[in-house]
């Protein structure tokens, strides 16, 4: 199998080559580190990568298994990490020019999980400034491009993330959520993306952008090895306040259980309004499919949509605004104009805003759980209303205005499930007339990760959209 | 326009910020939609609804 082969494997196909010895880690680490450097200057997915590190890494997991001994359910398997958590020893820039030289002194929690379950960790992925947009769009690192097209965004924030893993220079990835930082990129990349419930994974050395918002999760090529991943993200960690202590099923054994009898949800208004008409016609021709593979669908209320954007904005501005303050004040012209502007929008949002919307966000969470998920299992939507915009369009600026509104648009369908906090996944589900791809959302209940799975895995073996690669990692 | 780049700079000096005058008014302009969000959740019916945040008293050892 040549290098190109090899890093194109899905993380459970390299695992179980790597359990048979038929594939070593330095083999596949091998393999990742020359798609890196073959594609890098054409996709910039990186901000940081740790060659030596993961060859050494490798080497020791290799020998490991030469010994019998396996870590864990990664063992050996490269992965690369958004460069907003820290991992001991690496730098973590945020991809702010504020944090350039900040080099992390412990793991986080989810680094940890990882190395501890044997992944090796092949470096730092690019991101929209401290998190804080969604296009991408980074002017202190370059913006990562789109591997179906260079000349576009990735989406964001975790936009190394999509392009690296769509790309194959990384079995899988970590990205965070606050608006649709994890499902936006991946819709735009075509490829798997999961924000599980709000508490699921620990938040612990990874910087915030909004703490109430704010989620960690996998990026993949496959609905599976999400499942994998996030069966090694997921559990209690009494560092992070907001992480809960609930039990972790085995996401991987229920992803067979397929969609008939599953309630699929179709919302009446709001999630297909504004649509692009060829991203409609892609989801809603997923919808008929699981309609066809036994799922039961219907229309569902969505209740207190038209107030759930405003109350998410005033929770996540003015909390990243308490984030940054200080750098704001210090060290304000080191911002990119376009995050600045948002931070600075910050204060605009008076206390008695911030709570109202903490206590809309309360109620929301009880009627949807009394109005939409009592009737449904899960709902299903477009992850975004369009398919990847060219990287010009998606530069904004405060005087310009363009680019807040192409994120304003990127992440219409996304934040209400931050807001709630609900499991929610993106799926590709075929491409546009000029070849970029369409992302199906799932969403279910909380906690209920298990049928967010089952219902993308199944959706996936029926079609072959996540087969599809990149004519850029194919060249 | 006049009396909206003074709300924004008194805000902003309220939230502990320094905006330079070059971006006041952009900044001006992004008061309307943070009005249109303020009258949209003055208007919600939220009853006795309680913030879905809230504090955690710190766990201690029992006597």
Redesign the interface.
């Known amino acids: 199998m040549n290098a190109h082969a090899t890093a194109a494997l899905s993380l459970a196909e390299a695992g179980r080559l790597v359990r048979d010895r038929k594939l070593s880690p330095v083999e596949i680490t091998d393999a990742c580190l020359a798609e890196i450097d073959r594609l890098e200057p054409r996709l910039n997915a990186f901000i940081t990568v740790t060659a030596d590190e993961a060859r050494q890494t490798a080497k020791e997991r290799s020998e490991e298994i030469a010994a019998g001994k396996l870590l864990g359910p990664l063992h050996g398997l490269p992965v690369a990490i958004k460069d907003l958590f820290d991992v001991r020893g690496v730098r973590m820039t945020a991809g702010s020019r504020i944090l350039a030289e900040n080099v992390a002194t412990e793991d986080s929690e989810t680094a940890a999980r990882l190395k501890a379950a044997g992944a090796v960790v092949l470096g730092k992925l690019n991101l929209h400034e401290f998190a804080f947009g969604a296009t991408g769009v980074n002017p202190h690192y370059s913006p990562a491009r789109n591997p179906w097209d260079p000349k576009r965004i990735t989406g964001g924030s975790s936009s190394g993330s999509g392009a690296a893993v769509a790309a194959g220079e990384c079995l899988g990835a970590l990205g965070t959520d606050t608006g649709g930082s994890i499902r936006i990129p991946a819709s735009l990349c075509g490829i798997v993306g999961l924000k599980p419930t709000y508490g699921r994974v620990s938040k612990r050395g990874v910087l915030p952008l909004s703490w ?1 918002l704010d989620h960690i999760g996998p990026m993949t090529r496959t609905v599976e090895d999400a499942a994998l991943l996030l069966r090694v993200l997921a559990g209690h960690d009494p560092g992070d ?1 907001s992480c809960a202590d609930q039990p972790i099923p085995d996401y991987t054994r229920s992803l067979q259980g397929g969609v008939r009898g599953l309630r699929i949800g179709l919302p009446h208004r709001f999630f297909f309004e504004n649509v692009d008409p060829e991203v409609e016609g892609a989801v809603r021709s997923a919808i008929t499919l699981l309609s066809e593979m036994g799922a039961t669908v219907s229309e569902v209320d969505v209740p207190l949509i ?2 759930i954007p ?2 998410l ?2 929770i996540m501005l003015p909390e990243a ?1 308490a984030v940054h ?1 200080r750098w ?2 210090e060290r ?1 012209d080191d911002y990119g104009d376009d995050v ?2 948002r ?8 206390g008695v ?1 911030y ?9 929301a ?2 009627v949807w759980r009394e109005q939409v998920f009592s009737q449904v299992d899960l709902i299903a939507t477009p992850t975004t209303p369009i398919t990847a915009p060219l990287i010009e369009e998606a530069i904004g600026s ?2 310009s205005g363009a680019g807040l509104q192409v994120t304003f648009g990127l992440i219409r369908f996304t934040n209400p499930l931050n807001f709630l906090g609900v499991p929610a996944i993106s799926v590709p589900c075929g491409f546009s007339g000029d070849g970029l791809p369409i992302g199906l959302q799932l969403a279910s209940c909380w906690w209920d990760e298990e049928t967010v799975l089952r219902a993308a895995h199944a959706y996936e073996r029926a079609t072959d959209w996540h087969k599809r690669r990149p004519p850029l990692a194919m060249s | 326009m006049t009396h909206q780049l003074e709300e924004a700079r008194t805000l902003a000096a309220l939230a502990g910020i320094r905006v330079p005058p070059e971006r006041k008014a952009a900044l001006a302009a992004g008061l309307a939609g943070t009005k249109r969000i303020a009258e949209s959740l003055a208007k919600a019916d939220l009853g006795w609804t309680e913030p879905a945040a809230q504090f955690r008293a710190p766990k201690i050892a029992g006597p």
């Not at chain 1, 931070?343 to 008076?350: M, P, R, W």
């Not at chain 1, 709570?355 to 109620?363: C, K």
């Open positions: 109430a306040p038209d107030e405003g109350a904005t005033a605004l303050q704001l004040n304000p600045r502007y931070l600075e929008l910050g204060s605009t949002y008076l805003h709570v109202q919307a903490q206590r809309l966000r309360e109620r969470v009880r405060a005087s």
